[in-house]
Protein backbone atom coordinates (compact mmCIF):
# COMPACT_ATOMS: atom_id res chain seq x y z
CA UNK A 1 0.00 0.00 0.00
CA UNK A 2 1.28 3.00 -1.08
CA UNK A 3 1.59 5.87 2.09
CA UNK A 4 -1.52 8.16 2.14
CA UNK A 5 -0.57 11.41 1.65
CA UNK A 6 -3.20 13.12 4.15
CA UNK A 7 -1.66 14.39 7.19
CA UNK A 8 -3.69 14.24 10.42
CA UNK A 9 -2.84 16.12 13.83
CA UNK A 10 -4.82 14.12 16.68
CA UNK A 11 -6.09 15.50 19.47
CA UNK A 12 -4.34 14.49 23.27
CA UNK A 13 -7.94 12.83 24.21
CA UNK A 14 -7.78 10.73 20.78
CA UNK A 15 -4.64 9.40 22.52
CA UNK A 16 -5.61 8.92 26.20
CA UNK A 17 -7.36 5.21 26.18
CA UNK A 18 -5.39 2.41 25.43
CA UNK A 19 -7.17 0.29 22.52
CA UNK A 20 -8.04 3.30 20.54
CA UNK A 21 -4.54 4.75 21.11
CA UNK A 22 -3.14 1.76 19.89
CA UNK A 23 -5.55 1.25 16.81
CA UNK A 24 -4.39 5.06 15.85
CA UNK A 25 -0.79 4.08 16.09
CA UNK A 26 -1.16 1.06 14.67
CA UNK A 27 -2.94 2.32 11.63
CA UNK A 28 -0.39 5.29 11.19
CA UNK A 29 2.29 2.91 10.85
CA UNK A 30 0.86 1.29 8.69
CA UNK A 31 0.65 4.37 6.42
CA UNK A 32 -3.08 4.91 6.46
CA UNK A 33 -2.13 8.21 7.28
CA UNK A 34 0.48 10.59 8.19
CA UNK A 35 0.03 11.31 11.90
CA UNK A 36 1.15 14.62 13.57
CA UNK A 37 1.20 15.90 16.94
CA UNK A 38 3.25 18.98 19.17
CA UNK A 39 4.96 18.86 22.62
CA UNK A 40 1.54 20.60 23.86
CA UNK A 41 -0.40 17.57 22.98
CA UNK A 42 1.68 14.80 24.47
CA UNK A 43 1.89 16.74 27.56
CA UNK A 44 -1.20 16.83 27.61
CA UNK A 45 -1.89 12.70 27.28
CA UNK A 46 1.09 12.28 29.38
CA UNK A 47 -0.37 14.10 32.12
CA UNK A 48 -4.05 13.30 32.17
CA UNK A 49 -2.58 9.30 32.21
CA UNK A 50 -1.11 10.03 35.31
CA UNK A 51 -3.31 12.39 36.84
CA UNK A 52 -6.74 9.59 36.31
CA UNK A 53 -5.11 7.13 37.62
CA UNK A 54 -4.61 5.29 34.47
CA UNK A 55 -0.75 4.28 34.73
CA UNK A 56 1.86 6.15 36.94
CA UNK A 57 3.70 8.87 35.46
CA UNK A 58 6.72 7.05 35.28
CA UNK A 59 5.03 4.59 32.79
CA UNK A 60 3.08 7.51 31.02
CA UNK A 61 6.56 9.39 29.99
CA UNK A 62 7.88 5.90 28.70
CA UNK A 63 4.81 5.24 26.49
CA UNK A 64 5.60 9.14 25.08
CA UNK A 65 9.02 8.38 24.71
CA UNK A 66 8.30 5.28 22.54
CA UNK A 67 5.48 7.17 20.79
CA UNK A 68 8.09 9.50 20.40
CA UNK A 69 10.72 7.68 18.79
CA UNK A 70 8.28 5.54 16.68
CA UNK A 71 7.15 8.47 15.25
CA UNK A 72 9.66 11.50 14.96
CA UNK A 73 8.59 12.55 12.02
CA UNK A 74 4.69 13.32 13.41
CA UNK A 75 6.62 16.32 15.83
CA UNK A 76 5.16 19.72 14.82
CA UNK A 77 7.38 22.66 15.73
CA UNK A 78 6.95 26.53 15.15
CA UNK A 79 3.53 26.69 14.96
CA UNK A 80 2.93 28.74 18.30
CA UNK A 81 2.60 32.46 16.38
CA UNK A 82 -0.24 30.71 15.09
CA UNK A 83 -2.15 30.04 17.90
CA UNK A 84 -3.83 33.88 18.46
CA UNK A 85 -5.49 33.70 14.95
CA UNK A 86 -7.34 30.31 15.09
CA UNK A 87 -10.79 31.17 16.12
CA UNK A 88 -11.55 27.45 17.64
CA UNK A 89 -12.21 26.94 21.30
CA UNK A 90 -8.79 28.72 23.35
CA UNK A 91 -8.14 25.51 24.58
CA UNK A 92 -7.33 23.84 21.62
CA UNK A 93 -6.12 26.59 19.03
CA UNK A 94 -2.83 25.34 19.65
CA UNK A 95 -4.01 21.60 18.33
CA UNK A 96 -5.31 23.91 15.01
CA UNK A 97 -2.75 26.13 14.69
CA UNK A 98 -0.64 22.91 14.42
CA UNK A 99 -2.52 21.28 11.69
CA UNK A 100 -1.97 24.57 9.91
CA UNK A 101 1.87 24.78 10.55
CA UNK A 102 1.73 20.67 9.43
CA UNK A 103 -0.87 21.21 6.01
CA UNK A 104 -2.65 19.01 7.95
CA UNK A 105 -6.46 17.97 6.27
CA UNK A 106 -7.85 16.86 9.45
CA UNK A 107 -7.85 17.27 13.41
CA UNK A 108 -9.25 13.86 14.98
CA UNK A 109 -10.66 14.70 18.05
CA UNK A 110 -13.36 13.27 20.73
CA UNK A 111 -14.36 17.04 21.35
CA UNK A 112 -15.57 18.36 17.93
CA UNK A 113 -17.42 21.02 19.31
CA UNK A 114 -13.92 22.97 20.68
CA UNK A 115 -13.04 22.54 17.04
CA UNK A 116 -15.46 25.00 15.21
CA UNK A 117 -14.71 27.31 13.13
CA UNK A 118 -11.12 25.78 11.55
CA UNK A 119 -9.52 27.04 8.64
CA UNK A 120 -10.45 26.46 5.10
CA UNK A 121 -9.22 23.36 4.04
CA UNK A 122 -8.77 21.50 7.73
CA UNK A 123 -11.86 19.49 9.03
CA UNK A 124 -11.89 18.22 12.33
CA UNK A 125 -13.38 14.13 12.58
CA UNK A 126 -14.20 12.18 15.77
CA UNK A 127 -11.85 8.69 15.92
CA UNK A 128 -14.95 6.16 14.72
CA UNK A 129 -15.51 8.85 11.66
CA UNK A 130 -12.18 9.05 11.12
CA UNK A 131 -10.92 4.98 10.95
CA UNK A 132 -14.17 4.73 9.04
CA UNK A 133 -12.92 6.55 6.43
CA UNK A 134 -9.50 4.58 6.69
CA UNK A 135 -11.24 1.33 6.72
CA UNK A 136 -13.05 2.25 3.45
CA UNK A 137 -9.59 2.98 1.71
CA UNK A 138 -8.43 -1.38 2.51
CA UNK A 139 -11.05 -3.16 4.04
CA UNK A 140 -9.20 -5.80 3.95
CA UNK A 141 -6.03 -4.29 5.55
CA UNK A 142 -7.84 -2.70 8.04
CA UNK A 143 -9.13 -6.31 9.32
CA UNK A 144 -5.63 -7.57 9.11
CA UNK A 145 -4.37 -4.70 11.48
CA UNK A 146 -7.12 -5.04 13.68
CA UNK A 147 -6.19 -9.22 13.98
CA UNK A 148 -2.41 -8.17 14.43
CA UNK A 149 -3.26 -5.46 17.23
CA UNK A 150 -5.49 -8.88 18.77
CA UNK A 151 -2.50 -11.02 18.50
CA UNK A 152 -0.15 -8.37 19.88
CA UNK A 153 -1.66 -8.45 22.87
CA UNK A 154 -0.44 -11.30 24.98
CA UNK A 155 -0.63 -9.73 28.95
CA UNK A 156 -3.48 -10.71 29.09
CA UNK A 157 -4.36 -12.16 25.51
CA UNK A 158 -7.06 -10.68 23.78
CA UNK A 159 -8.89 -12.12 21.38
CA UNK A 160 -9.63 -10.82 18.16
CA UNK A 161 -13.65 -10.89 19.07
CA UNK A 162 -12.56 -9.22 22.17
CA UNK A 163 -11.17 -6.53 20.55
CA UNK A 164 -13.96 -5.69 18.40
CA UNK A 165 -15.76 -5.62 21.54
CA UNK A 166 -13.34 -3.37 23.21
CA UNK A 167 -13.33 -0.90 20.29
CA UNK A 168 -17.37 -0.76 19.69
CA UNK A 169 -17.54 1.30 23.04
CA UNK A 170 -15.02 4.42 21.51
CA UNK A 171 -15.62 3.58 17.75
CA UNK A 172 -19.40 1.97 16.88
CA UNK A 173 -19.63 2.76 13.73
CA UNK A 174 -16.02 1.37 12.60
CA UNK A 175 -17.08 -2.02 13.76
CA UNK A 176 -20.03 -2.44 12.65
CA UNK A 177 -18.52 -1.66 9.34
CA UNK A 178 -15.70 -4.31 9.79
CA UNK A 179 -18.71 -7.07 11.10
CA UNK A 180 -19.86 -6.78 8.08
CA UNK A 181 -16.81 -7.16 6.29
CA UNK A 182 -16.23 -10.57 7.97
CA UNK A 183 -19.86 -11.38 7.73
CA UNK A 184 -19.88 -10.96 3.90
CA UNK A 185 -16.62 -12.26 3.49
CA UNK A 186 -17.97 -15.78 4.71
Known sequence: MVPAPFIVVVDANVLFPLT???????AAAHDFFQL??????????ERNLAKTGTTTAEKAAKLRAQME????????AGYETLIPVMQNDVKD???VAAAVKAGAQVVMTSNLKDFRPLPDG??????DEFLCNLFDLDPDGFVEML???AGDLQRPPVTFEALLDRLTYIVPELIMAVREQLGAGL
Do not use: G, N
Not at 20 to 26: H, I, N, P, Q, W
Open 147 to 149: REQ
Open 122 to 127: IEAQSP
Open 69 to 76: RFFPEAMV
Open 20 to 26: LRDTVLR
Open 93 to 95: RHV
Open 36 to 45: RWTKDILDEM
